[in-house]
Structures are given as structure tokens and as C-alpha cells.
């Protein structure tokens, strides 16, 4: 019997993902752990294992081809003593015609109102959602983003069809059918009470592609279409700043006691063969010592180590620090764990290979998802102080300037000291201004008193 081999979900947040590479070609047999493609996330270039045991009858998706869902069919393998053109031939039927890519990738963009206004058939399709298991009254499966695009807009979700896997209604299947007009109100929206106030006048929505593109002269520009990392950012950083109420604590730190001990433990690194010949077992940056900074003021300030919920606070038990790395086309922020409890070497050894894998994509969703706060350091850039955008759902980010030598007032005396400006950005719905404040003195203590982050 063919083998259906699917698009898997290589996170608990992906919808769809580009298929880079097969690593098999048709004809050849695989087993059980063999490496057969590579899948784009927006984050990553992860390998995908087979299963199964069989020879590759048929590579239904081509390499190269974006916005594959996931659940698509990818793959047909023909199982022991099974003829492969049979198999190509009669495999696919368990997986939904709707989820094939090729369906799947016009979908991603809204119709324009112009053109929906033109065809208004796809009112009648909503009419009768059967993909999405609700037209008998059953439950809706739909995405939190798309619910909540649907109720702002007035839309019943349940008269939706769904686009996603196994018939989940998405952003792109709400946008589509607000702008075609024939999805229904939503129940809470038909009836209000008598002397109600009028409602408030519809938010100004984004400029259109077209609109921004006729503010620039024809010809003096070129379009570069986002990758999946970028539409992903870009997605995050509006639910950050439209969702977090962020308030923003800056002071400045002494990094003087810091950069001696920093130079005095670099000094006495043991030396390690490597293949490159001897080097030092671990060589500490100011970025390693703000991480472990960072993770003993949570730990000192247990009430600042939280994420919001709109049920329940949760207080997280260990600091698990993400540190923004940048990388070609965008940003990542790899996890170091339980980074209270690490020595500077390891965490510095720790980051360096995640900042490496980072840059090559090659990191695992576990590696970069989660954390309990997260720090942004463009002090090598010369930056002196910034403000960082929350990375959801971590209640802070330290945003970290640059040191420089300033005059500062000792005892009545003006003296030359190294300074470094550091602004916290808190979600006040977890941490309040005094909470705030208590964290971010409790990482100046740490980083002018750097000795207590070794013991």
C-alpha cells in the first residue's frame, strides 16, 4: 500500500513552510531515520527523517517551492515488494485535495476590494463550510490571530471556509472574505441595546501595495518579495506593540570592576587542542557577562520573572535568557537555559555555537522558542542607548548601549569612568514600574559588583 509522506509541523506555531531541498530522489529506498528533504521555517533550515520504510515513488512537491501547508502531501513511497509507478499512481487519496501547496500559495494574499466586489461567488462557498466541521453546529477550528481579525470585523467565523490544515480558518481566509463582502455578522454584533452609543469610526486601514507604490517614481526602485522570516517578524513585532502595554526604565551602569575581571579570567583560560592548534577553553565578552547578570537579577527578583496570561500570571522557575542574534534577512533570539545557574564559560562557549547555527540556519525550534526574558545588545555598533521591543510572551527585554569612558561625580570629585545605558522595556500587565525598577538595580549591582556572578 503507497505511503503518504506529509509537510510536518516542525513547531507548534507553523502553518506552512518552504520545501528547500530533497536529499532523495525517486527510485531510491530509505529507511527509518534517513535524512530525505530540508524544510524552510521562518526561523530555520531543519532535516526531515522518514518514517517509513520503502522506495520514493513519487516527489509530489518540487524543491524550491514556498508556502507548502502543512499536512500537504509532499512525498508517495512504495512499500516492500510494491511496484513504485503503481504507488505514484495511487497514493495522495488520504491527504485533503484542499491542502495541496499548489492551492495553497495564491491564497496567502487577500483579494483587493476592486475584485472581490466583482466576483461575489465566494459568498456562496462560505455558505456551506463543510472543511472546517462546523456546518452542523460543530465546533469552528480556527487560529487565535484569525478569531480575533473575525471579531474586530464583525464577521461569524463559523461562516468562514477554511484554508488551513484539515479546514482551520486563517488570517488569509478572514481578510478574504471581509473584503468579499459575503461572510455574515457576527451574532454579538446584530444586536444592540436601545440607547447605546453610537460605535466609534472604523480604525484607518494600512495603505494598499498599489497606493505605496505610486508615491515613487516608475522605475527608480526594485521589489524584493519577504521570506517567511520576515513576514514572521513583522507579524511579531505588531502583536508585541499592539497588544503590550510597554514602559521603558533606563540608568546607566559602571563597567570599570567588570572589564578587570573580565581581562583577569580571559587571562587565566586553560589552553584546549583543537583542530586549528592550541586556544583558550573559553574567552568571555561583556555580552556573556550581561546574560549572567541578567539571569541572577531575576532570580534575585523572583516577581519580575513572569509572562502574562489573561487567566493566570506564570511565575517561571528558572532564567532562561534569549539573546538576539542577527542574522542575514532578519533576527533570532537562541535560548540560553537555566542561564542563573551556568558558569561565564559555558554560557560564553554556549552562545557562540548558538550564534554560529543561528547564522546558518540550522538551529531547532527548542533552541529559540520560549525563554523568560531577553537581551538585545547593539553596544558593538556603537549605539549608546535604545529602546527594544518585548518578544512575546516575555515580560522584559533589556536593551544594552554601548560603554564609553564619561565624566561622572565621585565624592564631590568629577572622575573618568567606562559607562554603559541600559533600558529595560517591561509589559506592565506583569511587571509594574516599582517591580521594574527593583530588576533592573538588582543587574546594576550584579554588573558593577561582577565578582558575585561567580559564586
Not at 520503502?54 to 517551492?65: D, E, F, I, S, W
Not at 484569525?146 to 464577521?155: E, L, N, P, Q, T
Not at 535560548?335 to 540550522?362: F, G, P, Q, V, Y
Not at 556603537?382 to 516575555?394: C, E, R, S, W
Amino acid at each position: 500500500m503507497p505511503i503518504n509522506i506529509t509537510m510536518p509541523a516542525l513547531s507548534p506555531t507553523m502553518e506552512e513552510g518552504n520545501l528547500s531541498k530533497w536529499l532523495v530522489k525517486e527510485g531510491d529506498k530509505v529507511s527509518p531515520g534517513d535524512v530525505i528533504a530540508e524544510i524552510e521555517t521562518d526561523k530555520a533550515t531543519m532535516e526531515v527523517e522518514a518514517v517509513d520504510e520503502g522506495t520514493v515513488a513519487k516527489l509530489v512537491v518540487p524543491a524550491g517551492t514556498e508556502g507548502v501547508k502543512v499536512n500537504a502531501l509532499i512525498a508517495i513511497l512504495a512499500g516492500e515488494g510494491e511496484n513504485a509507478g503503481a504507488a505514484a499512481k495511487g497514493g495522495g487519496d488520504a491527504v485533503p485535495k484542499a491542502e495541496a501547496p499548489k492551492a495553497e500559495a495564491p491564497k496567502a494574499e487577500a483579494p483587493k476590494p476592486e475584485a472581490a466586489a466583482a466576483a461575489p461567488a465566494p459568498a456562496k462557498a462560505e455558505a456551506a463550510p463543510v472543511a472546517n466541521g462546523h456546518a452542523g453546529g460543530e465546533r469552528t477550528f480556527a487560529s487565535p490571530l484569525a478569531r480575533r481579525i473575525a471579531k474586530d470585523a464583525g464577521v461569524d467565523v463559523s461562516a468562514v471556509t477554511g484554508t488551513g490544515p484539515h479546514g482551520r480558518v486563517v488570517k488569509a481566509d478572514v481578510e478574504a472574505a471581509i473584503a468579499g463582502g459575503g461572510a455574515k455578522a457576527a451574532p454579538a454584533a446584530k444586536a444592540a441595546p436601545a440607547g447605546a452609543p453610537a460605535p466609534a469610526a472604523a480604525a484607518p486601514k494600512a495603505m494598499s501595495d498599489d497606493q505605496v507604490l505610486k508615491l515613487f517614481a516608475e522605475g527608480s526602485y526594485e521589489l524584493v518579495p519577504h521570506d517567511n522570516m520576515r513576514k514572521t517578524i513583522a507579524r511579531r513585532l505588531v502583536e508585541a506593540k499592539s497588544t503590550i502595554p510597554h514602559f521603558y526604565l533606563t540608568l546607566d551602569c559602571e563597567l570599570d570592576a567588570l572589564l578587570a575581571l573580565r581581562t583577569q579570567l580571559n587571562a587565566a583560560a586553560p589552553v584546549k587542542k583543537t583542530e586549528k592548534g592550541e586556544a583558550p577553553a573559553y574567552k568571555l565578552s561583556v555580552n556573556d557577562m550581561v546574560i549572567k547578570a541578567m539571569a541572577m537579577a531575576l532570580k534575585a527578583v523572583p516577581d519580575a520573572n513572569a509572562s502574562w496570561t489573561d487567566s493566570a500570571m506564570v511565575k517561571h522557575k528558572h532564567a532562561d535568557v534569549g539573546v538576539a542574534v542577527s542574522i542575514p534577512g532578519g533576527l533570532i533570539t537562541p535560548i540560553i537555559r537555566h542561564a542563573d545557574e551556568k558558569t561565564l564559560s559555558t554560557i560564553s562557549n554556549e552562545m557562540k555555537d548558538l550564534a554560529s547555527r543561528a547564522r546558518s540556519r540550522k538551529l531547532k525550534p527548542e533552541e529559540y522558542q520560549g525563554g523568560t526574558t531577553a537581551v538585545s545588545n547593539l553596544g558593538m555598533f556603537g549605539v549608546k542607548d535604545f529602546a527594544a521591543v518585548i518578544n512575546p510572551p516575555h515580560a522584559t527585554i533589556l536593551a544594552v548601549g554601548a560603554g564609553e569612558e564619561r565624566a561622572v561625580v565621585k565624592n564631590g570629585e568629577i572622575k573618568i569612568a567606562t559607562v554603559m545605558s541600559v533600558t529595560l522595556s517591561t509589559d506592565h500587565r506583569a511587571v509594574d514600574g516599582a517591580l521594574g525598577a527593583e530588576l533592573l538595580g538588582a543587574f546594576r549591582r550584579m554588573i558593577e559588583n561582577p565578582m558575585g556572578m561567580l559564586v
